[in-house]
């Protein structure tokens, strides 16, 4: 019982685990998701599973009102989203079973979701719009080789404006938090290549290499941020306005004076849509340059803020101080989760090549 304790606290082994989980649980899904009963039959069986093992009357009253509300706002998605949500409730509740039966911790030393100083509120849309440029600036770069996977998504997001803040700003946001900068980020010690390592599992995770490239640089600040602050809430706050920003970036553009802010540019380059290719293909050297002078910019006053603003001195302590249990490596988990994701993003841009 030990040794599976141990090895499911191992975070390559959960990384891999999140991977076959959300993988396998995509079929359950793609086949109860279709109608609003097969997710209430679902969402029914999950909670009531999770509610087996969590005893606190606290802890329950939380899983019934978030049982009912996923339930409710899936009667207003489509089957497309339905379907999504259905496979990240399937891989939350797996990897919420393993971190606190398995591993015998509470949820909170895996996620440690605390209250957020009211000054800090002030910096939340600076920060996610710094995160938004430099986001932008990977996008582009990465558009010199793969097509942008998700304009559809966004766009059919845009549409229901309701649903789709729900579904690809709000329950990404938390579920990918706790899930990579909570239960990963927390396995790895040595808080530096916790940094790197959840980095690179979250962007993998998204498995097509146009959102790998941004987001393993977003993972990184989203990282820095979680070792900064020790504080969960902090990060998914901002992940969750850096995602609604890219769903609400057009109706903001009609407003005339959003329209204006969102027009800057600096030369060729446009701060809120970068490209760093004409129409006719052709590259743009002062774009790239001008882009990077603006990401470095960015990260410089990302880390100031963090710094004066959100650093938790007593845990940057603590960290330094750390006696490491366990020296992270990469083993046979690791190199099977990278090849999953690698075969899965590959195989997407050979169908687009052999579907073109």
């Not at 679902?42 to 093992?53: D, Q």
């Not at 760093?276 to 002078?293: E, P, R």
């Amino acid at each position: 019982m030990e040794n599976a304790r141990k090895k499911t606290e191992n975070a390559n082994v959960l990384w891999l685990f999140t991977i076959i989980v959300y993988l396998g649980g995509a079929i359950p899904a793609a086949f109860l998701g279709q109608n609003v009963f097969g997710i209430v039959i679902m969402n029914a069986v999950l909670f009531l599973f999770l509610f087996s093992f969590t005893k606190s009357k606290k802890g329950r009253s939380i899983l019934f009102l978030l049982a009912a509300f996923l339930t409710a706002v899936t009667f207003f998605f489509s089957v497309e989203y339905r379907i999504d949500l259905l496979s990240k409730e399937i891989m939350a509740a797996a990897l919420y079973y393993i971190c606190t039966q398995r591993n015998k911790k509470s949820f909170l030393e895996y996620c440690p979701l605390k209250k957020i100083p009211l000054k800090q509120w002030l910096f939340f849309p600076i920060l996610s719009l710094l995160l938004f440029w430099i986001g932008g600036y990977i996008n582009a770069l990465s558009m010199v080789l793969f097509d942008n996977a998700v304009t559809g998504t966004i766009n059919a997001a845009r549409e229901s404006l309701v649903t789709g803040i729900i579904s690809l700003a709000l329950i990404p946001a938390v579920v990918e938090e706790c899930i990579y900068r909570g239960c990963i980020y927390h396995s790895i010690s040595g808080k530096k290549k916790a940094v790197i390592i959840s980095a690179l599992f979250f962007a993998l995770m998204h498995m097509n290499f146009n959102q790998m490239s941004y987001a393993f640089v977003l993972g990184l600040l989203f990282a820095v941020i979680m070792g900064k602050t020790d504080n969960l809430s902090v990060s998914v706050v901002i992940h969750f306005l850096f995602n609604l920003l890219n769903i609400i970036l057009p109706f903001m553009m009609k407003v005339p004076l959003l329209k204006k802010i969102i027009d800057i540019h600096i030369g060729n380059y446009y701060l809120f849509g970068p490209s760093l290719c004409d129409s006719a293909q052709h590259f743009y050297i002062d774009n790239l340059l001008t882009g990077l002078l603006v990401v470095v910019m960015s990260v410089v006053i990302i880390m100031g803020i963090l710094h004066f603003f959100f650093c938790n001195k007593e845990v940057i302590k603590e960290n330094q101080t750390e006696e490491t249990k366990t020296e992270w490596r990469p083993d046979g988990y690791f190199w099977a989760g990278c090849a999953v994701c690698i075969f899965i993003a590959s195989a997407f841009e050979l169908m687009k090549v052999f579907g073109a």
